[in-house]
């Protein structure tokens, strides 16, 4: 069984990685259609449209890599679990900015968060 830590986490958007990354999540879901008839004893169902919504979490640096986007941008990401070294893999897409969130508190550290809805399918992939 494979084990991942997140420490080497990282995420590009446009092709830059993210200053300060902190962390990354998607839910991918698929829609399903109830296809029972009346004689069927139980109930069937088909799958139809997948979707998919993450968040990327960072340490706030307003003039860091990838730490300028706003609500309504559209963006292509990768999302590396464990680095981007030859053979890691890695979930990719494209997906809207739906809220930008910045969180602060007089005693921690300061964060920003995008919240995002895919366009299209996610994509998994290994590095080559």
Known sequence: MGKH???????S?????????????FSEKAG?????SADDTAKDY?????D????????LDHSGVGQTLRAGDV????????GDGSGKTYVAGS?????????????GVAGREYSLQG?????LAAVA
């Open 52 to 59: 998919f919504d993450g968040k990327i979490t960072m340490r």
């Open 75 to 82: 963006i292509a990401f990768q999302g590396y679990t464990e």
């Open 95 to 107: 997906a809207i900015v739906t809220e930008h969130s910045i969180d602060v508190a007089y005693d």
């Open 46 to 50: 088909d799958p139809l449209h997948t």
């Open 119 to 123: 366009k299209g399918a996610l994509s």
């Open 32 to 36: 399903t259609a109830e296809i029972t």
């Open 13 to 25: 958007v446009g092709g830059d990685f993210i200053a300060g990354c902190m962390g990354f999540s």
């Open 5 to 11: 830590s997140g420490k080497n986490l990282k995420v």
